[in-house]
């Protein structure tokens, strides 16, 4: 059995990251958008991903920038996963298969027209998160996860997972799992208790 992965979102310190890791996260996201409250500058992320071990990969969020500045930034931070969280079309998200990085198209969800979308996408993964017609992700907002059905490639679920829904979520059988304003005191900044009683909810489901 896969053990699902764990994607922490919106990192914008390194005592947050650092606290990720050590509690079991396989992912740490670092938001790139300039409008989102998580925004984090790729000098800054840099710093703090020069100080994590190599065993953590790193993922960076964007929306809507351009393909030489995403690869700057892959350059600068060290990215293993690049996570396209706009209107980046399926063409735009091939140009990545020039570079070592692995690919992360975010798709929001309304209905199941949208998860259809999936199927136009050649990338490592999908995310699937809640749809909001004003902003691109980290709304705390869930969808019906039950109509994602079967995808023939590894999907990251996002969108209002917290403590209490976690379990529900890995037990879905997904890739991995992507938290972010469901364990913060505020955009940007990790609430480290709601963090441990996420990861101790779903340890079992882990091995």
């Not at 703090?48 to 350059?75: C, H, M, Q, W, Y």
């Not at 136009?120 to 705390?140: E, M, N, Q, R, V």
């Not at 403590?163 to 990790?190: M, Q, T």
Request: negative net charge.
């Amino acid at each position: 059995m896969l053990v699902t992965k764990v994607k922490i979102c919106g990192i914008t310190n390194y005592e947050d990251a650092a606290a990720a890791m050590d509690m079991g996260a396989d992912v740490l996201g670092f938001n790139f958008y300039p409008k989102s409250p998580r925004f984090i500058a790729p000098e800054k992320a840099a710093q703090i991903i020069s100080r994590l071990p190599a065993f953590v990969d790193i993922a960076g969020v964007f929306v809507n920038e351009p393909f030489d500045k995403i690869r700057d930034t892959i350059d600068q931070c060290r990215l293993d996963w690049v996570q396209l969280h706009g209107d980046e079309d399926p063409q735009f998200c091939h140009l990545f298969l020039s570079i070592d990085v692995k690919t992360m198209k975010a798709l929001r969800v309304s209905d199941k027209a949208d998860i259809k979308q999936a199927d136009s996408f050649f990338t490592d993964a999908i995310l699937f998160d809640a749809f909001h017609p004003d902003k691109y992700g980290g709304t705390g907002l869930a969808f019906d996860w039950n109509i994602i059905g079967h995808i023939g490639r590894p999907v990251f679920l996002a969108g209002g997972i917290n403590p209490d829904n976690a379990e529900d979520a890995v037990e879905l059988g997904v890739y991995g799992i992507d938290v972010c304003s469901g364990i913060e005191v505020e955009p940007g900044k990790k609430d480290h208790e709601k963090m441990k009683k996420l990861f101790d909810n779903i340890r079992h489901l882990r091995g």
